[in-house]
Each structure stands twice: as C-alpha cells, then as structure tokens.
C-alpha cells in the first residue's frame, strides 16, 4: 500500500478528552473489536511498554477516504490498512451503496487484489479482498471476486466505469464512520468459500479486456513483421501475465521479463522503491538484460500495472529514460496519427477530444491547436479525466486519450483510468511502426517538438510535515505585498496570469473566477509567465511534499532546446528563491 503519512487530531471539541484520554479510549475499542491475534497484539505490546508515540502514529487520525480510496502503510491502528480498518470500510461503503442503488443486490460488486503482504501484520491484499467480500455477503450482495492477482485497469470503480469524485467520496467517509463496530459475521471470511452469491469475473473480464484492446492496434501486419525487442519489468508486481498477453493479441513478439522481477514478491527485493517513476534507480535489472539481448526498448509497469515508464538506449550508449509528459507527447501523437488515418472525414474532428490533468504539459493542447480536435485539461488526477471522458462519451464524443505527468495513460478508453498494459503495447506498436521509418522514439519526440513547439518542463518537490508551515507559505503568496495581492513577479520574470484552485480566483477569466473546480482542503496556485512559462505549486493528498511543476512551451519554428531549458532552470531557481524560501519555512529536498 502506498505510504501515507497520518496527522494528529486533536479530541473533538466539547468532548472532555484530551489526547492521552482519546488515545485509551481509541485502543481499548480497537482490542474489544479486533479479532486478528497479531495486530491486536502488537497493540497491547505498545500499551504495556506505555509508547504513546508510537500508539499516536497508529491511533492519531483515521485514514482519510480520498483519491482512488484509501492509502496507507499496513499494521495496526485506525491510521493503518488492516483486517479491523478494511472490514469497517466495506461495510460503511456497502451501507452507501444501498442507499444509492436500490437494485445493489441485482447489480452486486467486483472486487480484486495485487500482491502486496505485510506479514507482521498478516495483512495482504488477498486477504483485505476476502474480508470486504464477506461483509458484502453477510448483507445479500453478490460478489464478483478475481480469483487471482489483477492488474487496477480491470477493475471498475463506480458504476460509471471512473474513479469516485466528490459528493461520493464524503457520502462514504461519513458511512464509514456510522459503521464502525464490526457486522455478527464480519470475521468470518470462509463465508467466501462456499456463498452461492460469490462469483469469478477473471475468465470473462480477461476475455473481454483482449478483445477490446485489439481495436487499437492499428498495424497487425508491422508488428507481426517487426524485429525490434523489448524487455519488460513488471517490478514485483501483477503485470507480468497481463503484458505478455497484450503483446499477442497485438500480433507481436514477447518482450522479454525481466527474470527476477517477473514474479509478484510483496518484499520488492530487487528495489529500493517499487515505482518506475523514480527512473533509473529501478531499471538497473531492466538495461542489463537489455544490453544483454541487444534490445533497445525498455518498458516498465509499477506494481499494480496501471502506470508505464519507458526507456530507449541510444546512439551514444545511454539509456534515456522518457519522462510522463515525453511519453505522453508521444502516445498522444500516436494515436491522433493512427485515428486520422481511419477517420478521413475530417468534420469529426469536431467530435474529438484529448485530455490531460493541469499539471501535465501542454503539448496536447498544441497538437489540438493545429490538428483541429478539442483539448482538455482537468484537476489533477485520473478521477478527474475518467468522469470527464465518460461525460464526454455520452455526448457522443469521442476521447482519443488523456495523460497525466506521473505516468499514466488512458490509451484505450473502454477502460476509464490510467492503464499500464494497453499502454505498454501500444507503445510497442508505436516502436515498431518508427522503426520502419528507421526512426527512434527520441527522434519523433524531438520531430513532434519541431512540428508543434518545443515543450520543455521539470518537476521536483520539497518535503513538509508541517501543516502550519505549508498555510504560512501559501498564505504568503496570497499577501504577496500587502493584503490579497499576488505576486507581480517572480526574479526576473515577470507573471502575466494567476490562477489559485485553493480560492477559486482566476484573473484570466472575465469574472476572475477559475473554472475548474476548486478545493479549501488543499493548496494549489498556478503562475503564467511573459515568457510562456507556467508553475504550479500545489501540496500533495497522500504524502508530506509541496510538489511543483514547471514548463516552457515554445511556439513552432524555435528550435534551441537547449536555449529554453536554460530559462526554465532558471525559472524553477527563481520560484524554489521566491516563493518557496526553503530555508526560511525550513523545507526539505527531494532526495536525489
């Protein structure tokens, strides 16, 4: 599970109770409640050795139900996944589902799992999906339970096919609360076992999801032909399986795994962190083998396999590893390239659309620009672009595909969210074709660049546990000079527009409201820069960072990236000065 790191809270007000009081009070009804022998001991173990440090780590604050669910280490506590906080989440989620969906007990549930373990805790995700089956069981609901490890794209979230967005994530964080003690047979998870009500989707799920999938392979006589290699890490995770399987129904060759990370292992052994997003570091395995079988393409799915990295090897013998908005100007490219082909009317380019989150490059919105197809941005995140795709969908629309920085991809939008896999093998294809062209990935990056406009951008982030201090450095900004003026500039350059998604201000827009949708409970401004630079600086909804993003974009014809990249490292040097005054709000880093 991803990490999260949880804040104290104080007693609630008018309740008498200070932290100490709370804390007892909130581990006295954990041990009545918690049937699994090794987190409630370990819980009595903290209370005997009287550790009210490490008790306020696991007691301080329930977990948060926000993107995608919940995120958190696994052990004990309300603060952590395990068997206690799970079953008490499910049934609060079930308890909304009945008051939304009067035919629940026709429609029922799907539920699925990775290959993440915490055995200190006996925590799995195979345990986790056994245990919310169970509590949808006891109350009539069918259950479509994956039999095995699968991939996140498999596996819708609301009955739309998206993420859950707002009101629902409230709706359930207050069912959840209302839902606590533990259902008569909450623990009884051999239920499962032998309920007529428990159904295994994998067969007909996979089925479908290969079908799919072949209508975006757009060259099956290229790739049947193609002598390009790839190699493929799935780094510990579910993926392995999955792509091999993509890469035949794309006619194509296997890519080769890499051997010892081929094979799901909650431990990670071979990594320091398992997220292909943190670059070389966990591709290491990946170019030996490469260098080894001559292959020129790496690709590499996280854990769950909903996110791709890729890396090519090149002339000079290095290995460039693309970053989220390199490969999303390439896929998004692709697929325009491959969709016009067989589209040649071109009054549907009226009807198309490609999205991106307001983080992400711009590059989209270029491409759009002179193509003629609309362009998109959303708040940041795939729950923001799966429910706009699917309204979009409804309308009759069409979405090409959307992207986000940190790796994602929706190349395929029968799925509605990021999705490793079909990114992956269309990502092959896309290879495969270049290289009839005797072309690399990094030399249509650079033609697209040429064509469209070079956009060059950075991202990086500092680290702060201090809510108090992230107010202060925010609060600044909104009282840059004097009470709620921004600031005019930043360094040398000067800030052409201001758009602050925490307030809703937006001084672009004739009535200076920003129009997509904002949020009190997290920071986040954008600045637009003379010299058609943007930032964002915005805090994180699962870690203790106040990350930003930064880009230059360049209109067609300019062509000194390395002229631009200078600016933009002079830019980001400006605002980490400016704005963030690291040493004055004592941040943090990103470790290198």
């Not at 493929?232 to 091999?244: A, C, L, M, P, R």
């Not at 016009?340 to 620009?369: F, G, H, P, W």
């Not at 270049?434 to 406009?453: D, F, H, M, P, R």
Request: aromatic content about 10%; overall charge negative; glycine content about 8%.
């Amino acid at each position: 599970m991803a990490a999260a790191t949880p804040t104290e809270t104080p007693a609630p007000e008018g309740s008498g109770l200070g932290m100490d009081a709370r804390l007892d009070q909130e581990t006295a009804q954990w041990l009545r409640w918690d049937q699994n022998p090794l987190t409630s001991e370990s819980v009595k173990q903290l209370i005997a050795g009287g550790n009210k440090e490490e008790l306020r780590k696991c007691f301080g604050a329930r977990m948060e139900f926000g993107t995608a669910g919940l995120r958190a280490p696994m052990g004990a506590g309300i603060s952590r996944m395990n068997d206690l906080t799970i079953i008490q989440t499910t049934q609060g989620f079930c308890r909304y589902l009945e008051k939304q969906f009067s035919d629940l007990k026709q429609r029922g549930v799907v539920i699925s799992f990775d290959a993440r373990a915490h055995p200190a805790s006996g925590g799995s995700s195979r345990r986790f999906a056994r245990l919310a089956a169970t509590a949808f069981i006891t109350q009539g609901v069918p259950v479509y339970l994956f039999s095995d490890i699968t991939p996140t794209p498999f596996v819708v979230y609301w009955d739309n096919g998206a993420q859950i967005i707002s009101p629902h994530d409230r709706g359930i964080s207050q069912a959840i609360e209302e839902n606590l003690e533990p259902w008569p047979q909450a623990w009884e998870e051999s239920l499962v076992d032998s309920s007529p009500l428990l159904h295994n989707p994998s067969a007909s799920i996979g089925n479908d999801y290969f079908e799919d999938l072949k209508k975006y392979c757009f060259h099956r006589t290229v790739n049947k032909e193609s002598k390009v290699k790839f190699v493929h890490t799935s780094v510990h995770g579910v993926g392995h399986e999955f792509v091999q399987l993509a890469f035949k129904a794309f006619d194509l060759a296997p890519p080769e795994a890499v051997p010892q990370q081929k094979d799901p292992d909650p431990e990670f052994p071979t990594v320091k962190y398992p997220n292909p997003e943190e670059g070389k570091g966990v591709l290491t395995l990946s170019f030996a083998l490469a260098d080894k079988i001559k292959a020129k393409i790496v690709l590499a799915n996280d854990p769950d396999a909903d996110r791709l990295a890729v890396a090519e090897k090149q002339d000079s013998g290095e290995w460039r590893v693309f970053s989220g908005n390199e490969l999303g100007a390439l896929l998004g490219w692709w697929l325009f390239t491959s969709w016009k082909e067989k589209n040649q009317d071109q009054s549907n380019l009226k009807d198309t659309y490609m999205l991106s989150s307001t983080v992400s490059s711009k590059i989209l919105r270029a491409i759009a620009l002179k193509e003629g197809f609309h362009f998109e941005e959303t708040l940041t995140g795939f729950k923001w672009m799966g429910n706009r795709a699917q309204q979009l969908g409804d309308q009759g629309k069409t979405v090409l595909f959307a992207f986000e920085e940190a790796i994602g991809y929706m190349c395929c939008p029968f799925v509605l969210d990021k999705d490793g896999v079909s990114a992956a093998v269309i990502c092959a294809e896309l290879a495969s074709f270049l290289a009839t062209k005797n072309l690399s990935l990094s030399q249509q990056l650079n033609a697209i660049y040429v064509e469209y406009g070079y956009h060059i951008t950075t991202a990086s982030y500092f680290i702060c546990h201090d809510q108090g201090t992230i107010q202060n450095l925010f609060g600044n900004l909104r009282n840059y000079d004097g009470k709620n003026n921004y600031p005019k500039m930043c360094g040398k350059f000067e800030i052409s527009a201001i758009r602050d998604l925490t307030t809703g201000y937006d001084d672009s827009q004739p009535d200076k409201k920003a129009v997509l949708p904002t949020s009190k409970s997290s920071q986040m401004i954008t600045f637009t820069f003379a010299n058609g630079g943007v930032a964002t600086m915005r805090t994180s909804g699962t870690e203790p960072k106040i990350k930003y993003y930064a880009e230059l974009c360049a209109p067609p014809g300019n062509s000194d990236p390395e002229h631009l990249k200078k600016e933009l490292d002079e830019l980001v040097g400006a605002i980490e000065e400016h704005f963030f005054q690291p040493q004055k709000y004592n941040l943090q880093p990103k470790a290198e």
